[in-house]
Nanobody
């Protein structure tokens, strides 16, 4: 059974930083692209960033560039999202997802985590 478990969220002041972690089990992690999404209350789910299975390619939604950094450690079955210069509008539940394709720009996924809450106070 596949499990994706996110952690690292919390309450932070505007301008602060967090490092979100997602640990995967039950799948061959190095075979999957990994993606981060977020969903704010009352809003639709947003695609945030993605990283290829090898870690050699990354993709960011335009308005995330410069503040968010995605990385992975295949030896630890983990993917990370470093979020800097946080703004109140970044408040959301952040989810990781494992995807077998077609590309890292696609919003498709095979498996989904339970999410970690990020709350940014002004």
């Amino acid at each position: 059974q596949v499990h994706l478990v996110e952690s690292g969220g919390g309450l932070v002041q505007a301008g602060g930083s967090l490092r979100l972690t997602c640990v995967a089990s039950g799948l061959t992690f190095s075979n999957y692209d990994m993606k981060w999404f977020r969903q704010a209350p009352g809003k639709e789910r947003e695609f945030v960033a993605a990283i290829s299975s090898s870690g050699g390619s990354t993709y960011y939604v335009d308005f995330m560039k410069g503040r968010f950094t995605i990385s992975r450690d295949n030896a630890k079955n983990s993917v990370y999202l470093q979020v800097n210069s946080l703004k109140p509008e970044d408040t959301a539940v952040y989810y990781c997802a494992a995807s077998s394709g077609p590309t890292i720009r696609s919003t498709a996924y095979n498996y989904w985590g339970q999410g970690t809450q990020v709350t940014v106070s002004s």
